[in-house]
């Protein structure tokens, strides 16, 4: 690097004072950002703190912010009001069971349209980008009339069967394999003797894990949290998933708001973990999706 | 004379290649002709009739065009359509304003910490709405909720007391029972779980600009403002385009968040009555599920509008593509 | 011979076991805890029947019942109604007539305080249902209140103008009326109710909602917001029960059960202050009650009825839920239970079942309406447009009467 002869000293000084101010935006920045998201990660927070305090104290003034001691009094307490592990059990079954049947029937789909050329193909493809865009809201009432018609209304099947065929999925799976699998690497495995399906399995499954694993996370999310569709199906407190059964808990009339933190918090806890672990995985597989969409 | 057969192995195999896309297709598309078109084209022909579930699916009424035009005249429709474009507004233009500059600072400015902090932000739109929901309802006690505690205290401070000069009467603010503040209320919840998204999908715009674009200008003696203006803004264009077409249809259908902050209401004189949850009661507390459906086709027209508007004005900019 | 006893043991056994009738009922909070509690005792008389308890709350429970009858299954064999529900299903169908053979509840009608049955009947006489409890509306008071004023609650609960003086009194102290002033326009709704008419309407179905009546109410809730009379705030807020537990408020309306409630967790440190009293103007209403039916998809209505019998019309039960849950009989026989003669310590002594036994049997018979539920939101949604926002009394009730008169133009 040419050193710089400095022409006088006052450039000397603002090239100090520059560098000193971009220091200290940057310092600034930085708080800034930090702030934010602490505002932002309080409420998580004061969740956690609440679910170890009882009622009066979470109701009071100034609030607690440290950790109390009624954990294990809220702990039963939750039990007697509502059956929580087998809500839990409820929502861990629905959220695997919708995941691996959606990435199921989206990849293969979506193999189809993106690998193959068949009649009419244009046309539903383009149906299926339509649908898209109606609001989920159009269907709760005919939804709920299906479920009904097919004898499944307060059953599991009712809340992981309708979505496996999700338009957004099917639509993620496509344009990631158009752009990661080769004609080249199918016919080869057809001169092989591979069958499509077998060319499916082996070859573009193990290929597009990736995007796999991004619609698998949105799926389980999107599941664990969902409340709409589970209200207007579920009708018995033991099939309820934790949406619905943390409901219960708050419209109860003699609320104790110390278990309600305590169910709300052991609900979010799991989606956490995973987050926790899968943070860039949920980010990236976001942006991409965004990117190429 | 015809051809001689070809072995049945050959056969086979020209069957499952050329079928092959149908049967991978069809799993998906028969599920979606029951789950997604049926149910659209039924809540078509439902809109038309007057049905009471209860009554059983014999008893529905044809009524021509009845539903919509007692929607159209029902004070109720109108103030939830107003409720949810104020809450929409409200809520979503925030998202936006305040996500772009966190992006930039984020991708432009601090390097080391851009993933923590971003899975912070994030982290509100992965947690159920219920959940969410349930925790702002402390959050907003009137008494002893944790922001009305926080008002208190900054009302006090000598430092900040100047800024609450106009409110001080109606202290502690009543967020959930009075209908003055049950939208704002909800926005804020609105805001706070989604800018994150926002934040996501901007970093995710900005990284692909090139660096060259910015040095190139700031040899050009361009500072930073003016960097942000005139390469970031434009380049960011298409980008905010789709977050913002997003924000539109998902905002203008919001149920779970004033649904459980309302307690199912729509709070005091129906402040926080939005349409889809205007929707659900109609449907399924009132039983009147042809006005229901009605409904929901005319919050896909207003969703439709509002996205064409959108389109229009944003709409070549947004669909244009970057070299 | 004896292989031949074993087996003919091991048969009859093996048919008794399946002859156990399976019978599920489904309730709301907290009606289950009364319910479990007695089964032992239903099993003892029926020792053929077993007996699922479902529980929700109260409103899915409700919803989850819609649903079930349009559906035609999902209900269980017996369920609860509660008041508010019951013109709905009355009017909808979709419940056994219980006054039919082999039910024949006819020969139940004279147990029963009369306006509960009447509720559970439809305009053509079919019985869907059977009350088992009721709420008779009565007024709570603070009695330290009362003594710093030097009032006499005779005096002020004579007419509502006294009710309001006393409220005036009551400010001048620093202690408001009552939580909400919106109460009292439900409650004044609620009486004088011509016979064959309901609430929020007619003989002929039409609504009522802009009637003399119901700007009485009004007028009378406006004048306590207004003169600052009442403290704002809304029943079931957490500013509620703060209200009861500090004493800021020096009466409420509400059923009976109320005291319950507040012994037990709501403000139980308050223990002897209170008193129990008519409402003011001589209003006699009802402000709560549930009934059981037995919907007709059930496939052991036989078996049903045995439950619902017992639920509803045996003593012993309905006392004991008077016990447990506080729900007030339904029964007036019950009435001459010493248990009703017992003083109420958090009443301070006051022997209050008997003046709640008094009024649940003048309580006069309303007829409902299966839009009852609807027109009750419209109308607090009125309430809070006057009292809140400022509206005038005519014009929110004229337009309340209109949406009402919308919504149930079919």
Known sequence: MQATIPASTTEVRSKRQSRFNGRLTKGLLYLLLIAVALVTLFPFYWMFVSATHTQSDIFSAPPPLWLGDALERNYGSLLERIPFWRNLWNSVYVAVIATVTTLFFCSLGGFGFAMYQFRYKNLLFGLLVITLMIPGLLNIIPYFLIIQFLGWLNQPIALWFPGMASAFGIFLMRQYIASSISRDLMDAARIDGATEFRIYRSIVVPLIKPALGTLGLLTFIGSWNSFMGPLVVLRSREAFTLPLALRTLEGQIQADWGAIMLGTALAVLPLLIIFVFASRQVIEGLTAGSIKG | MSSPQLPLSVRLDRFQRRFAPYLFVSPFFILFAIFGLFPTLFSIYLSFQAWNPVQGLGTMRFVGVENFAFLLEDPWFWQALGNTFWIAVVSGLPQHLVAIPLAFALVMGVRSLRHPLTAAYFLPFITSAVAVSIVFITIFGTHFGVLNQLIGVLANWPLTAWLFEGIRDQLPINWLGRAPYIKPAISILVFWQFFGFNVVLYSAALMTIPREYYEAAAVDGANLPQRFFYITLPLLRPMIFFAVTLTIIGNLQLFDQPFLLTGGTGGSGQAGLTVAMYLYRTGFEWLDMGTAAAMSWLLFLVIGTATFIHFKFFGRGGLETRE | ?410
């Open chain 3, 1 to 410: 011979m004896k292989k031949l006893l074993v087996v003919t043991l091991l048969l009859v056994m093996g048919l008794a076991w399946a002859q156990t009738t399976k019978l599920s009922i489904g309730v709301f909070e907290p009606l289950n805890e009364h319910v479990v509690r007695v089964l032992p005792k239903f099993n003892e008389l029926h020792p053929d029947i077993e007996v699922e308890v479902r529980t929700l709350g109260f409103m899915d429970h409700h919803n989850a019942l819609v649903t079930a009858l349009a559906v035609g299954s999902g209900a269980a064999d017996v369920v609860a109604i509660e008041i508010g529900f019951i013109a709905r299903f009355v009017a909808e169908g979709g419940l056994v007539d219980l006054a039919q053979p082999p039910f024949n509840a006819g020969q139940f009608e004279e147990l029963f305080v009369e306006y509960a049955w009447l509720q559970s009947r439809t305009a053509d006489g079919r019985q869907v249902a059977l009350p088992t409890d009721i709420a008779p509306g009565v007024m709570y008071f603070r009695r330290d209140h009362l003594a710093t004023v030097g009032a006499d609650i005779n005096q002020i609960i004579s007419s509502w103008d006294s009710y309001l003086e006393y409220g005036r009194q009551l400010r001048e102290h620093g202690v408001f009326l009552i939580a909400d002033a919106a109460s009292v326009a439900s409650a004044i709704i609620r009486s004088d109710i011509p016979v064959g008419e309901g609430i929020y309407f007619g003989a002929d179905g039409r609504p009522l909602l802009n009637s003399e009546r119901f700007i009485q109410a009004a007028t009378i809730a406006q004048r306590i917001r207004q003169e600052g009379l009442d403290a704002q705030i809304g029943a079931w807020s957490s500013e509620w029960f703060e209200a009861f537990r500090r004493g800021t408020v020096a009466t409420e309306l509400s059923g009976a059960w109320l005291a319950g409630h507040l012994e037990t967790w709501m403000a139980p440190e308050t223990a002897g202050l209170w008193g129990a009293s008519e409402m003011p103007g001589g209003v006699l209403v009802s402000w709560g009650g549930s009934f059981y039916g037995i919907p007709t998809q059930s496939q052991q209505q036989e078996a049903a009825w045995k439950l619902v019998q017992f639920l509803t019309t045996n003593p012993e039960v309905q006392l004991e839920a008077f016990r447990t849950i506080n729900a007030f009989p339904a029964m007036p026989v019950t009435y001459d239970d010493p248990m009703f003669e017992e003083p109420l310590a958090f009443l301070a002594g006051q022997q209050a079942r008997l003046l709640f036994a008094d009024i649940a049997e003048r309580i006069q018979g309303i007829a409902t309406h299966p839009g009852d539920m609807v027109a009750e939101e419209i109308f607090g949604s009125a309430m809070g447009q006057i009292l809140n926002e400022g509206v005038a009394v005519e014009t929110a009730l004229n337009e309340a009467q209109t949406l009402v008169e919308r919504r149930f133009r079919r």
